[in-house]
């Protein structure tokens, strides 16, 4: 199973189109459920929404997807995926007052996006959409931080909105590149790499002020 899930993973261009040439409308229902569990289920922050995003931009240039439903489609699941993750947090604000901590959470992830928080305020719903993990946490956090829904609301659709136009039409627009339509399953795996960046920029460092202030690294 798992050799089955990493060819998935390393060969998601030539999977999702086997699937779209087959099953054109299966492949719209997959690719929704797949943005709306990865930004609406908190313990779901491991899928590829950034690279699938620009998988299915790219196969819109080659005639097997239509960019006229990809688009709203997703903004749909990304914007109602941000709204149940919002509401999740809500439910658990009370408890979380109270010291319930999250076993399917990890607690650094959860320290992580709050300094997101921190730094970037509400704009955090708007940026986090291109950071993986944060993207997932951040309309839990923010429910648990107590941010009015009507705030949320304007930057989870901004958000949503901006990510999914952005790459779906980064993939039509290089899908139309024949060095990029040859090598899609490389560009995938850089897309992927450059997404993980903030993440790593940001654990070094916090290691780095951690060995400042003579903490734990």
Sequence with gaps: MFTTL??????????????????????????????????????????????????????????????????????????????????????FRERVKRGYRFRLIKDEHIAHTERFFERHGPKTIVLARYVPIVRTLAPFVAALGSMRYATFLGYNIAGGTLWVVSLTVAGYIFGNIKWVNDNLTAVIMGIIVLSLVPGIVAWLMERHRARRAGGPV
């Design 6 to 91: 990493l060819d998935w993973f390393l060969h998601l261009d030539r999977h999702l189109a086997v699937l779209a040439a087959e099953y054109q409308l299966l492949v719209y229902v997959l690719l929704f459920a797949v943005i709306f569990i990865e930004t609406g289920v908190v313990v779901m922050p491991f899928l590829p929404g950034d690279s699938l995003l620009f998988v299915t931009g790219a196969l819109a240039a080659k005639g097997m997807l239509s960019l006229e439903i990809l688009i709203p489609l997703l903004i749909v699941a990304a914007v109602t995926g941000d709204i149940l993750n919002f509401a999740i947090g809500s439910a």
